[in-house]
């Protein structure tokens, strides 16, 4: 007890002390932590938390209300002092600011009602995110409207152009609306045309700019209504008032309506008599209120979709402001120079953002625009300062470590990359004392710094490492942020326009399905129920159809790269099984686990990838885009429409612009209708070398399955134009698999090609695959006749492939190439196909064997037993001398690994002489990757056709009894014994 008296009192002394020491500082130049810690004989940390107990307001913040004080009865003086002799002045008054601080001190100020009004200053002081200032240019121009905007004088020339004929437009202005998708700055471009409008005089100085987010009342039309058009009293329950609406607040000024496709239709027709003669009526009143109203309109929608045609006919003026991956790179670098600027002044430290760093925010999708990357600089300024503290440092170097999400290889076109050359050459050096144009941040986040240095402080004192420490606040800060990021997608209205062509019980089961995954993988997006859902619906279909075909995919290497999400894959496969009674084949399963590994990490989705653009005539093309992103919930595809009367190398070259523009390395696909159009593809590779493949007779259902395929960044083009070309033209039955197998070998005429195909294939048949295939030679010249053939092929056979010169038409069969036969790559393909049908199961005793596997191994690291088990491999004649390398280059690039401690490495298979699998037992385990632990060690030397063993291998290590049974075995004799009884 006396003990923690003896702390009370010290802890009240030291309080004491502190209260005395603040009370006799300079308030103009109040004493920091470290200083008061000297006098005290205390550790700056302490200083802290006493101040914390205490509430206290740091030195920043006390010198912060003296300085307003004084800062006010200057302007007060003069309202239009510049920023220079504003600075001068407050020094004059003995407080050591920087001219930035000053302007940060002016703008505060200027935020408050009673200070705007004494000032009656004309300079704008408060600047958003959207369209900030040109730090090149912002400090040596008067400020006005549309002076603080980047692109004013290049990409957003012609919108300001707009912007201006709308409100000097005798007699009374144009009114307005402006499209784009959320971040653009609409509502940042609407305050400029107000300022605009009271410089020069069209509207009075003392005019209101209202605003109102139709939005925040969407789901409560009345009270949206009596918001914007005030009520009587009794016109609804509770209106126990007249009350004015915010139409009359904003008479003789500018009304601002957000999102106004949320405006529902009455709301809109009331609008029709403000906007005709300028009078309306409150809610339950016969009177009618006249207004002078400038109405200025926003959506992110397609207004021909979402708003009444007798409102849009009454909105003279539309203009759209591109997102930023349609500003030109100039301005998006000004953007980010601008946002480092900000944060240097808040954090009053410099930052030094490496090159790749720049590089990234330069080119990396930003689907949030000018919001979302003011964001992703605002966490990583935030994890660089982080780092700061915990290392002491003066300075802030951000690098790829601090971003939230950054790719190495994200892809460019070379026009892109010629674009950022200039910006990318050495790190930006931003030094808030140098610089000119600083702002204030955004006031949600004026504090996060101070915030970070308080909670590592505290932390290091409770005795928390450094590394948890790290962890901790950065979890944080991205919560802080989050705070102020990028609006939540409406999952739920998306959902029921995919209900319009998907089954709702298939959405409903995949929504669950995927809540369900995301208990497994907590950063797996929910858009990926869009995905899911019509993956199934189309899987659903062609299996009702009977048309569904297996398409080549290596489940094997899947399951391995992917191992946590094919885990997953296959627990979501039963619980859809059992809500949709669909069973999944494996490559379907395969097929959901690079969904969820590609939505589960969002720097997978920054990779190359196919572009898909949709071309036809008319406005149809836009409108079949617009859908699919929609209901993917993506931005992927472009729609180009082409008029009838443009000619065919005007609409060349227009193709060829777009895709040298969004081409990331993977080729474009077209989606066609019909014309012209269909030659565009070779015409576009010729002149840009660009690979291009495509599709005709293109409706909603192929762009949704293009872009749903694409967004896998594994595919190839070629595979998804196939894929959709099966679809789209008929192929392979698979009612009836009691028929017998066959081959079709195709050529011009049926005898030559196809003839010579067959023989050489029954040569190269060393292992007799061929028994029980029927072999059937079709010609292609007359079309409908091969039809007719093909047909009566199928209704008694069941066609396993197609070989030949060409692909013939009525079946889904696999096509083989002549070429693919004879280089062997064909070959490998067919006896895959022929083993699977006409082997019975496989015996492991052909790749595994006693002389293979070795128990009881001690050695303690990874290389140790992967050479070991690759001299058993070579001294028995199963590999050559360098299989072992191309082993370790293959784990250098992400080590190969299951769940219950096994490792699986493996080599080229141009180093394979035959099939063989070593085995090892460890005596303990080794690390093998990211603290995985492994005691269980297969090295697989197997070739591409050796898929047979793959899958028994995987079979038998899919038993948890059986990996038991392993790692307890004591000889070879004993293990080969376990994989040989549990292999079916």
Same mark, same amino acid.
């Given at each position: ?65 003296? %300085? ?248 003279? %003026? ?207 997006? %929910? ?9 199934? /619906? ?61 939505? /589960? ?40 429409? %082409? ?147 093909? /047909? ?193």
């Amino acid at each position: 007890m006396k003990g923690k008296t003896n702390t009370r009192e010290a802890r009240q002394a030291l309080q004491g002390a502190l209260q005395q020491i603040l009370a006799e500082e300079n308030k103009k130049i109040p004493l920091s932590d470290r200083e008061i810690a000297k006098k005290l004989g205390i550790r700056r940390e302490r200083v802290v938390l006493l101040r914390g107990e205490m509430k206290i307001p740091s030195c920043r913040a006390r010198r912060q209300k003296a %300085m307003e004080e004084d800062a006010f009865r200057i302007l007060q003086k003069d309202p239009n002092l510049s920023e220079r002799a504003f600075a001068m002045a407050l020094q004059e008054c003995g407080y050591a600011v920087s001219r930035y601080a000053a302007a940060s001190i002016r703008k505060a100020l200027a935020c408050e009602p009673k200070a705007r009004m004494k000032a009656a200053s004309k300079k704008r002081s408060a600047r958003h995110p959207s369209m900030q200032a040109d730090p090149q240019k912002g400090s040596q121009e008067k400020a006005g409207a549309f002076q603080d905007i980047i692109g004013r004088d290049d990409g957003l020339r012609v919108q300001i152009n707009q912007a201006k004929a709308a409100i000097l437009y005798p007699p009374h202005g144009l009114h307005t609306l402006l499209t784009g998708p959320s971040g653009v700055g609409k509502s940042y471009l609407a305050e400029n045309m107000y300022v605009f409008a009271k410089e020069e005089d069209v509207i009075g100085k003392e005019a209101n700019f209202v605003v109102f987010n139709c939005a925040d009342y969407a789901d409560n039309p009345q009270l949206l209504l009596s918001q914007l058009f005030g009520y009587r009293k009794g016109a609804f329950s509770g209106a126990s008032a007249d009350k004015a609406g915010l139409i009359e607040k904003a008479d003789g000024g500018i009304l601002f309506l957000d999102e106004v496709h949320r405006l529902p239709s009455e709301g809109q027709e009331i609008l029709f008599s403000i906007l005709d003669k300028g009078a309306y009526r409150r809610l339950g009143d016969t009177r009618s209120i006249r207004v002078h109203v400038r109405i200025i309109a926003a959506t992110t929608e397609n207004i021909e979709s979402t708003l009444l045609l007798t409102f849009r006919r009454r909105i003279p %003026m539309i203009i759209d402001i591109p997102p930023l991956a349609e500003r030109p790179v100039s301005e998006r670098y000004a953007l980010v120079q601008r946002f480092f600027l900000t944060e240097a002044v808040q954090t009053q430290r410099s930052i030094r953002v490496e090159e790749r760093v720049i590089r990234f925010l330069l080119l990396y999708k930003c689907p949030g625009n000018i919001g979302q990357l003011l964001s992703d600089i605002r966490v990583a300024c935030a994890n660089a300062f982080l780092d700061s503290v915990a290392k002491g440092s003066g300075g802030v170097a951000v690098r790829t470590r601090n971003l939230a999400k950054y790719e190495e290889s994200v892809h460019a076109s070379k026009k892109q990359e010629e674009a950022i050359r200039a910006y990318t050459l050495q790190p930006l050096v931003i030094d808030p004392v140098d610089q000119a144009g600083a702002a204030m941040v955004t006031r949600h986040l004026d504090t996060i710094y101070h915030t970070i240095e308080d909670n590592v402080l505290e932390l290091r004192r409770i005795g928390i490492d450094d590394a948890k420490i790290n962890e901790i606040v950065q979890r944080k800060i991205k919560e802080k942020i989050q705070e102020y990021a990028l609006p939540k997608e409406d999952v739920g209205q998306t959902l029921e326009e995919l209900c319009s062509i998907v089954d709702p019980q298939i959405v409903v089961a995949v929504r669950e399905a995927v809540e369900k995954a995301r208990s497994y993988l907590p950063h797996l997006q %929910m858009k990926l129920v869009y995905f899911f859902a019509i993956h199934l /619906s189309t899987f659903s279909e062609r299996i009702k159809r009977g048309a569904y075909w297996n398409f080549t995919l290596d489940v094997h290497d899947i399951s391995t790269r992917y191992q946590r999400e094919y885990e997953v894959a296959c627990i979501l496969a039963r619980d859809l099984r059992d809500a949709l009674d669909l069973d999944l084949p494996p490559e379907e399963i395969a097929m959901m686990a690079m969904y969820l590994y590609t939505f /589960s990490h969002t720097d997978v989705q920054e990779k190359a990838q196919v572009r898909v653009i949709v071309l036809s005539h008319g406005r149809v093309a836009s409108a079949m885009a617009e859908v699919a992103n929609r209901l993917l919930n993506l931005n992927d595809a472009i729609g180009m429409d %082409m008029d009838f009367n443009e000619t065919p190398e005007f609409m060349l070259e227009k193709v060829i612009s777009v895709v040298e523009e969004v081409d990331s390395g993977k080729g474009c696909l077209f989606l066609v209708d019909i014309g012209s159009l269909t030659t565009l593809a070779q015409q576009v590779t010729e002149r840009t070398g660009i690979p291009v493949a495509c599709v005709t007779r293109v409706d909603t259902a192929m762009v949704l399955e293009a872009v749903r395929r694409a967004a896998l960044t594994s595919v190839r083009l070629e595979e998804i134009a196939s894929a959709l070309r099966m679809d789209k033209f008929g192929g392979q039955d698979l009612a009836g698999f009691e028929r017998p197998p066959a081959l079709l070998f195709v050529c011009i005429t049926g005898e030559g090609t196809a003839r010579r195909l067959q023989e050489y294939i029954e040569r190269e048949d060393k292992k007799g695959l061929l028994q029980g295939i029927r072999t059937f030679s079709i010609g292609a010249l007359d079309s409908a006749h091969m039809k007719e053939e093909v /047909s009566k092929i199928r209704s008694a056979h069941r066609i396993l492939a197609s070989i030949g010169n060409m692909r013939p038409l009525g079946t889904r069969a696999p096509f083989i190439s002549a070429q693919e036969i004879f280089s062997g790559t064909g070959m490998a393909r067919l006896k895959q196909l022929l083993e699977e049908e006409v082997i019975g199961p496989v015996s492991l005793t052909d790749v595994l064997d006693e002389s293979n596997i070795v128990c009881g191994l001690g050695f303690s690291d990874k290389t140790q037993v992967m050479d070991r088990l690759a001299g058993l491999l070579q001294q028995h004649g199963a590999v050559e001398a360098g299989f072992l390398l191309s082993a370790y280059k293959r784990e250098s690039t992400g080590a190969t690994y299951l769940s219950g401690g096994i490792g699986i490495p493996h080599g080229d298979a141009k180093y394979v002489k035959r099939p063989a699998i070593a085995m090892a037992c460890l005596e303990r385990p080794v690390l093998w990757e990211n603290n995985f632990m492994v005691d269980l060690v297969f090295l697989l030397a197997l070739r591409e056709d050796d898929q047979k063993y793959v899958n028994a291998f995987y079979r038998i290590l899919s038993n948890k009894d059986t990996l038991s049974k392993l790692k307890a075995a004591k000889t070879p004799a004993e293990c080969l014994t376990v994989m040989i009884e549990k292999q079916f």
